[in-house]
């Protein structure tokens, strides 16, 4: 299993500004996800992100729009750049096991950072 | 691409009755996951039960089971005996064995009622 912290848990953030999420998991995993869940809206993954490389977007998104660092195997980060209100989303946190756990497909979730864009 | 498809977007039911919410997905891979995820109001999506495609045998746990038909690719949850803290937004999942990526359907909000 794996524990996610996300911070912030939630945020109101003005247009035209950038917000960063944090994530923490308990323990070293390989990869970790970013999902967006817009309004009354199902999971969409935003990317995929790799200890020491790129991260890998889906289509439809973009580094310059949701930079992603991953400076560890613990850690990373989804920025969320120049807001407007269609930003306005729960983003999620996600991981499989930790490395050496058996990979049994299911994916872990932080309690998700809800933002709201004015 | 795979796709998850879920027909009931709201479901009810009184306190202790029992529930089957739909699913079907679309694949040409013969090797898979599927799931069912749970998002209760406070937002941390949790797993409900989990089936992989090679095996025949519907998974199972506690209240909860699944009626797995391959052919079909279809993939229902049955919640027996269901309680107020079933109420959740559910949203069945498919990834390929190998394939890191997790599709979700678009989720079906059941409410339990007392």
């Known amino acids: 299993s794996a524990v996610i912290s996300q911070k912030p848990s939630r945020d109101i953030c003005q247009r035209g500004t950038s917000l960063t999420i944090q994530c923490q998991v308990d323990s070293q995993v390989t990869m970790m996800f970013w999902y967006r869940q817009q309004p009354g809206q199902s999971l969409t993954l935003i990317a995929t992100?790799?200890?020491?490389?790129?991260?890998?977007?889906e289509s439809g998104f973009v580094i310059d729009k949701f930079p992603i660092s991953r400076p560890n195997l613990t850690f990373s980060t989804l920025t969320v750049s120049n807001m407007s209100p269609e930003d306005s989303s729960i983003y999620l946190c996600?991981?499989?096991?930790?490395?050496?756990?058996?990979?049994?497909?299911?994916?872990?979730f932080g309690e998700g950072s809800r933002l709201t864009v004015l | 691409a795979q796709t998850v498809t879920q027909s009931q977007p709201e479901m009810s039911v009184q306190e202790a009755e029992t529930v089957t919410l739909s699913c079907t997905y679309d694949?040409?891979?013969?090797?898979?996951?599927l799931f069912w995820y749970k998002q209760p109001p406070s937002r941390q999506m949790i797993l409900v039960i989990r089936q992989e495609a090679y095996k025949q045998q519907n998974a199972t746990e506690n209240r909860f089971s699944v009626n797995f038909q391959k052919a079909a690719k279809s993939f229902s949850l049955k919640i027996s005996d269901s309680q107020l803290g079933d109420t959740a937004m559910y949203f069945c999942a498919f990834t390929n064995f190998g394939n890191e990526k997790l599709t979700f359907g678009t989720g079906t909000r059941l409410t339990i009622i007392p």
């Open positions: 694949t040409s891979e013969n090797n898979y996951y």
């Open positions: 996600s991981v499989y096991g930790g490395i050496g756990q058996p990979n049994t497909g299911e994916l872990f």
């Open positions: 992100a790799n200890q020491g490389s790129e991260a890998t977007y």
